[in-house]
């Protein structure tokens, strides 16, 4: 049946009006009102008219509220006029949320759109490619002329008395090309429908290092588990549950299978000879401090000018950072912080880039959204993207209230967001792990546009932990062994004596941001705080040391072995309160900077500002092209994303590391 087909709405607006014929008077009764529309059927764009008395309903759209701000079912009875949407510039758009990927199959009948052009009782429509001009007039109100190809009858004139005619233009410039005729400034010429699709999918297909799994590590459970670290395994995302398996290896050869993983960061079971103990810095005593409440709504509304621009913006990250913010002021002021919108921004000006942004986003989405099976048939990439999004958010915080119950909304716009998220970044596309860091953005803009923008300023921060070659992760690692070394040189060396100075447990804090570790809330206020880049960089480290700094002595007073020592850091999860780890956080950072006699690669990696010396030319030892597992540290610190060289300078003090030469700079 043909009202069991389904259509793509890309754009409807009603009180679009056709006048009688030119040699009869318009009256109130001889205008037919109705409902233009443009729809996408079976990859083919339609427009199509229908009296008002013969529009369909449109039940149960899934779309964005009024201001984009709210996520709602949209119920609509028959013949009730779309006022939410209209509200809103993302009209045209809203509907295109509620396209299901999978098409249906669809019979000639009532209601059904044939590629020829049709009329019947004032209703008409015909396919975009038969469209040849669309010519603009004035009567005291707007109506365009459409003029179809020769073998097509052209339908009646478009009065829009009512507004609206502006938006279907631009709607019809997203899938054809409009350009004004040389002679007649007025007629639009329409050229070939767009046809951005086949070169996009094209460079999905090119790459070759695509595999959730290195082929290699397969054929053992165990490494299977471990083996894709930049992918997010199994092992690793349900929390280090353990398995058999896992107990019944060896210390030695768990670690042997984990430096297999990650090249560069084997964990060697000898001291290598030639190098000197870290000798012990005193950092002093570590201050006390203390947070304070969240920023409120009224605090923030005191930082914007009569423009909306923010004023006082040190003091204002400043105060986020030691308290965060209120629920109701993170809508607005993440996109500051994730750098969304710029802080010297004007009101007017958020507003303009709003627009242009949500078609940007719109056009992306509709990439996807328009492929065919037949197309997604012959398309692996990006059956494997939909495959990994679709099983991910369908375990992604579903005890949240905004995430919960069957056929929830939330759920579909964390799906689509995700999937047009591959068609920005076709090199990475989606690894599993993205959809954490995108649900509480979801949660807090309670808008796709919103949340997609913020989405993709967050993932340009975090683009190196889901990279095939995990350079993020390796260059994290390593710097947070630089911190732990400084900071308790004790409970490093016990942690090497245990074979667990690889750190492999806190590997999923920093791919995810503690995601898994805190309560959803306290996620929140974490990130904001962070997003703040205060009180120095890479802070996350530091509040990875100070998990461990509250740990430590347990896990040396219980002697606590490799095994047991993954067990009880995964058993920390939702135990760990919040405002305690960054008051700790914040202490050791005050502590470091306060050190008179700091080594460079500490205040390299946390950005303290530290010149470099003079110095004489690196030794043999310090190689400056030698490769990241001979220099260790000196190259993870290098702002590159392949950071594989070693830096020049001094060598100062000295010390093995997992069979890496780690050098202090000054």
């Known amino acids: 049946m043909a009202a069991d087909s389904l259509l793509k709405v890309i754009f409807e607006h009603e009180g679009v009006f056709i006048h009688p014929s030119s040699n009869e008077s318009p009256t109130e009764d001889s205008l037919i009102s109705g409902c233009l529309r443009i729809v996408d059927k079976d ?77 019947s009782g004032g209703a008409f429509s015909f396919a975009l490619s038969d ?50 005729a040389p002679e007649d400034e007025s007629c639009l010429l329409v050229g070939s429908p ?27 459970p165990y490494v299977t588990t471990l083996g894709g670290f930049s992918k997010v395994t199994n092992y690793i995302f349900d929390a280090f549950r353990g398995t058999e398996e896992q107990h019944q290896r060896p210390p030695e050869e768990v670690a042997d299978l984990l430096g297999e993983v990650i090249p560069g960061l084997e964990i060697n079971q000898q001291e290598e000879p030639g190098f000197e103990v870290i000798t012990r810095i005193d950092l002093g005593t570590r201050p006390e401090v203390t947070r304070t409440g969240p920023l409120s709504s009224e605090d923030w509304s005191k930082h914007q000018d009569a423009e909306g621009r923010m004023i006082n913006i040190s003091r204002l990250k400043q ?81 949240n209230h905004f995430y919960e119950g069957i056929d929830n909304p939330g759920l579909v716009l964390l799906h689509d967001i995700l999937m047009t998220y591959c068609m920005l970044d076709f090199d990475l596309g989606y690894v599993q792990g993205m959809s954490d860091l995108l649900s509480p953005i979801l949660y807090v803009m309670e808008s796709e546009v919103d949340a997609f923008w913020c989405f993709v300023s967050f993932m340009d921060q975090m683009h190196q932990n889901f ?30 004596s245990q074979d667990s100075g690889f750190l492999y447990f806190c590997f999923r804090w920093l791919l995810i941001r503690f995601k898994r570790e805190l309560s959803f809330h306290d996620v929140l206020r974490l990130w904001e705080v962070m997003w703040t880049g205060l009180p120095c ?95 260790g540290v000196a190259a993870s610190l290098r702002p590159s994303r392949r950071p594989e060289a070693c830096s020049n300078g001094l060598l100062r003090e000295s010390s093995s590391h997992n069979g890496c030469r780690v050098a202090f700079m000054s």
């Not at 003029?147 to 899938?175: I, M, T, V, Y």
């Not at 690692?477 to 308790?488: E, F, V």
């Open 43 to 119: 990859a083919e764009v339609f427009v199509e008219f229908k009296p008002v008395e013969e529009t369909v309903d449109t039940s149960n759209m899934l779309c964005a509220g009024k201001d984009s701000s709210s996520v709602m079912e949209w119920d609509q009875c028959p013949g009730e006029k779309l006022l939410e949407s209209q509200q809103s510039y993302e009209t045209e758009w809203d509907m295109v949320n509620a396209v299901s990927f999978k098409k249906k199959s669809c019979t000639n009948g009532e209601g059904a759109l044939n590629h020829s052009h049709e009329k």
């Open 131 to 180: 469209l040849r001009s669309v010519t603009l007039k004035e009567e005291g109100w707007t109506f365009l002329v459409l003029k179809l190809k020769e073998s097509c009858s052209s339908p009646p004139a478009l009065h829009f008395h009512q507004g609206g005619s502006k938006e279907f233009l631009e709607s019809l410039r997203r899938f054809a090309l409009l350009s004004e």
């Open 194 to 220: 767009i046809k951005a699709l086949s070169q996009s999918f094209e460079n999905l297909l090119d790459d070759n290092n695509f595999g959730l799994v290195q082929q290699k590590f397969r054929k053992d």
């Open 319 to 399: 105060t986020i950072f030691k308290g965060g913010l209120c629920h109701a002021v993170r809508k607005e002021a993440w996109k500051f912080l994730l750098g969304y919108v710029p802080w010297d921004s004007s009101l007017e000006e958020r507003k303009i880039a709003q627009r242009a942004k949500t078609d940007e986003y719109f056009r992306m989405k509709l990439q996807w959204k328009s492929v065919s099976e037949e197309q997604e048939r012959r398309n692996s990439r990006l059956r494997d993207y939909r495959s990994l999004i679709e099983k991910d958010v369908n375990r992604t915080d579903r005890s």
């Open 467 to 496: 990279e095939e070659q995990m350079q993020g992760m390796k260059t994290q690692l390593i710097q947070l062994g630089t911190l732990l070394r400084l900071l308790d040189l004790s409970f490093w060396n016990y942690l090497e």
């Open 537 to 631: 960089d890479n802070f996350h480290l530091l509040v990875c040391c100070a998990i461990l700094d509250s740990e430590k002595q347990k896990i040396m007073e219980e002697n606590y072995g490799f095994n047991e020592i993954l067990k009880h850091i995964n058993e920390l999860s939702m135990k760990l309160d919040v405002e305690e780890v960054l008051q700790k956080a914040e202490g050791i950072c005050q502590q470091i900077r306060s050190c008179k006699d700091l080594p460079r690669s500490i205040s390299v990696i946390l950005g303290l500002g530290a010149a470099p010396g003079p110095g004489p030319a690196p030794g043999p030892g310090l190689d400056p092209d030698s490769d990241v597992r001979d220099c």
